[in-house]
Structures are given as C-alpha cells and as structure tokens.
C-alpha cells in the first residue's frame, strides 16, 4: 500500500493542496453541507483573485520587457545608421557625383533629429531665462537702492 501512494502521482497533489487547506476538484465525496460549500466557494475565489493578480502582473512585466527591447533595438538602429552615414560621408570621395553624398547627408540629418531639437530646445530656454534675468535684474537694482536710502532717512 505504501508504495502505491509513493508511485501515485495524484497523491502527491492531494498532499500539496490538503496542506494549502483546499481539496483536490473531483477527489472529494460531494458535501451537502451548505456552510461548507460557501467556504469553499470562498476559498476557491480567493484563490482565483490571487492567480488574476499574479497573471496581470506577468503580464506587464512582459509588456514592460518587449517595450524596452524595442526601445534599444530602435537606439542602436538610429546608431548604426548614424556610424553608417559618418562612415560613408568621410570615405566617400568628394568628386562623385552630388545625389549620394546629399542621400548620406540626409541620413545623417534623420539620424541626428533628436539630438538638434535638444539642442534647439536648450538655446530657446537659455535666451528666455536670459531675457527674464535682464527684466528682473534693472528692477531689483531700482528696489536696493531705494530701501537703503529709506533705512539711512529714518536713522
């Protein structure tokens, strides 16, 4: 009999669910008891909810991963094409003709997009900060003076 339940794939399942508190599906004689089906039927979708979470969990975490593999995947073609196109605009003689060296020019000007708008992005909020700087800064002389004339007056 011991080496029956030994050999007994299903037993070791009974075990590890007895253990968890639940039975088996189908390995239970049917109960009338209503108090315990709702017990079960508690249990079980308890059970359910937690599987759901780990299951959506999952999920985002793979949509997480295959974004980030898109990401890089993308980084390193925009790199490539960006090598590629400085390799081929130095190796290139300058007397061929002008529509390969304009098509590299342009792949290179694709390639560096992000890098231009950056730096575009930088200037512009480099000359507004400069400009509010210089509205600010004749107004806050005018203020100094004035208050140290009123302090030396009241003295």
Request: net charge negative; hydrophobic share 45%; no cysteine.
């Amino acid at each position: 009999m011991t080496n029956d339940q030994n050999n007994d794939p299903l037993n070791f399942m009974r075990n590890i669910w007895g253990n968890m508190g639940f039975t088996l599906p189908g390995m239970v004689a049917p109960t009338f008891d209503l108090d315990e089906l709702d017990k079960r039927i508690k249990d079980m979708k308890a059970v359910e909810g937690w599987l759901r979470m780990n299951l959506s969990m999952l999920q985002m975490t793979i949509q997480g991963l295959e974004m980030q593999r898109t990401t890089v995947s993308t980084v390193q073609a925009m790199g490539k094409m960006a090598t590629d196109a400085a390799k081929s605009m130095t190796a290139a003689p300058e007397a061929p003709a002008a529509e390969p060296a304009a098509a590299s020019n342009a792949l290179s000007e694709a390639a560096l997009w992000p890098w231009q708008m950056m730096g575009q992005l930088r200037e512009q909020m480099q000359q507004h900060a400069e400009t509010v700087a210089a509205e600010i800064s004749p107004a806050a002389a005018d203020d100094k003076p004035a208050s140290r004339r009123g302090k030396k007056e009241s003295s």
